[in-house]
């Protein structure tokens, strides 16, 4: 080992100065590189709920990432560190979770419960109990469990503490991350942009397990709000959408001039600049089937813009909040694969409607859905048609049969469905869904 002064120590490192806001480029003075890569993950704060040890596990990991100004290695050390206090963080939950007892179901024998203060508890009564064949009681359900990070992520989202679709893939690259990191068989080297994106996942990790989602976040975003706009659109394809108090002014000239518009009032999410979650689908808005990217809410219409300033004003309706992930879809095929639909809407359909066959689908947007049940139609694929989590996409297949056991399972996994009877609205033109009926 070559033995260096502390001045060479305190020297910045050549290539994490490398590293700016605009990318890879011209080398950053170091004080300034500093600042820069302590900002990257300086928002990373945990509930106060989260327990002690995975505290202060996590912020050992953001101090000692500031240090990789002076040490480019220390980017790979705080992404491998990330990946084991992940599974710390799934630990301690459920030694919280658990209250101190863990209950196993047998095949004939009565259940069987163990007393744990430890986590080294948890493991020495599930191996045994893995043994047995007995599965861990999780409220109403029963999950295999051994212990391992396998165990403890099946249980989370048993448990109903991790949500979304997209984001049990992430769960899953992480978990072979971490395989690989605790079991090495070779070299690799992280960057400042991977590690800071390591230590932002974890931290949304972390803070989903103990209920709080991130605000904007990339795996367990909070609720997005949505605010009252108009959607209209004229014969000839042109499509816009505005907020609802710019109805208080005249509309577009072409619209001035008589070329007559159809207007629509909606609850949908509006467009913010640089944010990841903005709706590239609005324009593609259907009452009947889910086209827009997130949820939109039909209101009112089509009408006037008159008609629709004068229904605002009388009913004033405002802005929510909506949660995307989980959502449930349905999807008919018949003579041909048709767009996913809300089980509201769908329990609302004609007899004659409810032909051909209904595929019940959790996802998190509504393509996900549509392109797994396209490709579960071809055999040459590896997506599943039985009840289950697909392994290639971010979708969870809850029945494929009629349209009545479609809405069966969705309402068990929902709950009851109010069915509701919608008028057909829909802009002419479609870009991304053109096959509608």
């Not at 890569?37 to 995975?54: E, F, H, K, P």
């Not at 974890?202 to 909070?222: H, S, V």
Request: hydrophobic residues 40%.
């Amino acid at each position: 080992m070559e033995i260096r002064s502390l001045e060479d120590l305190r020297a910045a490192d050549s290539l994490s100065l490398a590293f700016n806001p605009y990318g890879l480029g011209s080398r950053m003075k170091p004080e300034d590189a500093a600042e820069f890569q302590q900002r990257q993950i300086a928002d990373c704060d945990l509930a106060a709920s989260v327990a002690a040890g995975t505290r202060n596990s996590f912020e050992r990991l953001r101090t000692v990432f500031a240090y990789g100004v002076l040490c480019y290695d220390v980017y790979t050390v705080v992404g491998d560190q990330a990946l084991l206090i992940y599974e710390q963080a799934l630990r301690d939950r459920f030694m919280e979770w658990c209250a101190g007892t863990i209950t196993f179901r047998l095949l004939q024998d009565p259940d069987v419960s163990f007393a744990v203060t430890s986590y080294d508890d948890v493991k020495k009564h599930a191996d045994r109990m893995a043994r047995r064949r007995a599965k861990l009681v999780v409220a109403t359900n029963t999950i295999e469990f051994n212990g391992t990070l396998h165990g403890l992520r099946q249980w989370a989202r048993t448990a109903g503490l991790l949500r979304g679709r997209r984001s049990r893939t992430v769960e899953d690259a992480l978990a072979k991350l971490r395989n690989h990191v605790a079991h090495p068989s070779g070299h690799h080297v992280d960057t400042p942009v991977g590690a800071a994106r390591m230590v932002r996942d974890l931290a949304e990790l972390i803070n989903q397990l103990w209920g709080q989602a991130t605000p904007g976040g990339r795996l367990y975003p909070a609720p997005l709000h949505r605010e009252i706009a108009v959607l209209s659109w004229n014969g000839a394809g042109r499509v816009r959408m505005e907020p609802a108090g710019a109805l208080t002014v005249p509309g577009p000239p072409e619209e001035q001039e008589g070329d007559e518009y159809q207007h629509v009032v909606v609850r949908a999410i509006p467009f913010i600049p640089d944010s990841r979650w903005n709706d590239d689908h609005w324009a593609e808005f259907d009452t009947r089937y889910e086209t827009t990217r997130f949820p939109t809410e039909y209101l009112w219409g089509p009408g006037t813009r008159e008609e629709a300033r004068a229904w605002l004003e009388h009913e004033c309706p405002e802005g929510d909040s909506v949660d995307f992930t989980d959502r449930v879809f349905l999807i008919q095929d018949h003579k041909r694969l048709l767009p996913p639909m809300r089980p509201a809407v769908a329990a609302g359909l004609p007899a004659d409607e409810r032909v051909g066959v209904w595929h019940a689908v959790r996802a998190d947007f509504p393509d996900d859905a549509f392109a797994h049940v396209r490709g579960s139609r071809d055999d040459s694929t590896s997506h599943i048609r039985r009840p289950g989590d697909c392994p290639v996409c971010s979708a969870e297949v809850l029945v494929s049969g009629s349209y009545d056991e479609a809405l069966r399972a969705t309402a068990a996994a929902l709950g009851p469905i109010q069915a509701v009877q919608l008028p057909s609205v829909r802009p002419p033109l479609s870009t991304f869904w053109p096959d509608r009926p």
